[in-house]
């Protein structure tokens, strides 16, 4: 049993930042990569950045434009998303996500390839 304990999401105006953390625990596993991923309302899940465990590889999506930067504590189990500059259109449910795939340079951007996922912390930016 694996819980993905997501915190740090909140209500904040336009230009304002947040830092998410979300840490891993319950049975033990090797963590190959641990991601982030949001949802907005009336649209699909996308892939946010995400950190493989050993090499400290990162991948970000388009629109973070170096907003946010992903990093991890692989002692505490735990990743960490700093999001700065915050815009409206960052408003959405972020998720909390681990994959066990074995990847130690490949960053994966696909749900498929995450097999745990947390509860979702809401961000809301507002105007």
């Known amino acids: 049993q694996v819980q993905l304990v997501e915190s740090g999401g909140g209500l904040v105006q336009a230009g304002g930042s947040l830092r998410l953390s979300c840490g891993a625990s319950?049975?033990?596993?090797?963590?190959?990569?641990m991601g982030w991923f949001r949802q907005a309302p009336g649209q699909e899940r996308e892939f946010v950045a995400a950190i493989t465990w050993v090499t400290s590889n990162t991948g970000y999506a388009d629109f973070v434009k170096g907003r946010f930067t992903i990093s991890r504590d692989n002692a505490k189990n735990t990743v960490y998303l700093q999001m700065t500059s915050l815009k409206p259109e960052d408003t959405a449910v972020y998720y909390c996500?681990?994959?066990?795939?074995?990847?130690?340079?490949?960053?994966?951007?696909?749900?498929?390839?995450?097999?745990?996922w947390g509860q979702g912390t809401q961000v809301t930016v507002s105007s």
């Open positions: 319950g049975r033990s596993f090797t963590t190959s990569v």
């Open positions: 996500a681990v994959s066990d795939s074995g990847y130690h340079y490949y960053v994966p951007r696909g749900e498929t390839t995450y097999i745990y």
